[in-house]
């Protein structure tokens, strides 16, 4: 009999399946104790954690969607302790996992994708109260790797690679942000819209779910104004979530995915702890846009 016609047994496919991601395991591990070790024998300090704080939602799929883009960092730095905190609404609390370090050293990259309250205040006094020595990051945004994210998942959704030039008059992007009251929060999705704009060749306005103006309807009803009538809402949301629905649903053509896991995202995680990593501790913190 030849494999190809050999009966298919569930219970050895299961026992493989288990076995090689046991192996996987086993395998990372030792890579990541071995990348400890340099050639004179001794063992290296092992680098900051690196710990990721999301925002916390009641919708369910942000937490799955958040450990997955998890472990797309863990894939990409084996042997970088990576850990999950969030702000609110969601297990681990950020101040939990910090206590559970201890007194080691954790590089605090916010998942959040502007300037604002979180960024500020909350994630730095939660770190200060720690006995964990913690720096925090800059927010992700803006960045060249979320214009990335945005654009590929518009893609995703149906906008076209390529587009004649009256097609291309009457398009437009709505990019939907939370929103938030720091206004540093609207420059930061701004510049994010300004360089997705430069990306796509049409016009990208922000627009918000809440607090902040012009809302996603009022942001399609200017653009419709203009002569602008094929437009696209891009998520600009870390996750789904209600906000991110919400303005999906008032989208009149096409409505992109929230960023999620995306390999840009995990990437951009990884730059901001890098780039925090590498930034002397008396250095003032700034805007980076690279």
Request: charged residues 20%.
């Amino acid at each position: 009999m030849t494999a190809s016609n050999a009966p298919h047994d569930e219970s050895t496919t299961a026992h493989l399946d288990s076995t090689a991601h046991l192996m996987n395991r086993i395998s990372s591990q030792l890579a990541s104790q071995l990348c400890l070790v340099p050639l004179d024998g001794r063992r290296r300090p092992e680098p900051p954690a690196l710990v990721v704080v999301a925002h916390g939602s009641r919708d369910p799929r942000a937490l799955s969607t958040v450990r997955a883009l998890l472990d797309k960092v863990r894939a990409l730095r084996p042997g970088l302790p990576v850990h999950l905190g969030h702000i609110e609404l969601n297990e681990p609390l950020l101040a939990d996992t910090l206590a559970a370090l201890g007194t080691g050293e954790a590089i605090l990259v916010p998942l959040l994708l502007s300037r604002g309250y979180h960024v500020k205040r909350d994630i730095p006094e939660t770190a200060a109260e720690a006995e964990v020595h913690a720096r925090v990051a800059p927010a992700l945004g803006p960045h060249p790797l979320l214009v990335e994210a945005l654009h590929a998942r518009l893609v995703e959704a149906g906008w076209p690679t390529r587009m004649d030039e009256p097609t291309r008059r009457r398009s437009a992007v709505v990019l939907a942000a939370a929103g938030s009251r720091d206004p540093e929060s609207k420059v930061d999705t701004s510049r994010t819209a300004q360089l997705l704009s430069a990306r796509l060749g049409v016009p990208v306005v922000p627009a918000y779910a809440t607090t902040a103006a012009p809302t996603v309807p009022d942001a399609l009803r200017a653009l419709a104004a203009r002569g602008r009538t094929r437009v696209a809402v891009a998520s600009y949301f870390t996750a789904p979530g209600r906000f991110a629905t919400e303005c999906a649903e008032a989208a009149p053509w096409l409505a992109s995915a929230p960023l999620g896991t995306h390999q840009a995202m995990a990437r951009l995680l990884l730059h901001r702890y890098d780039q925090t990593l590498t930034t002397p501790v008396t250095a003032a913190p700034e805007l980076a846009s690279a």
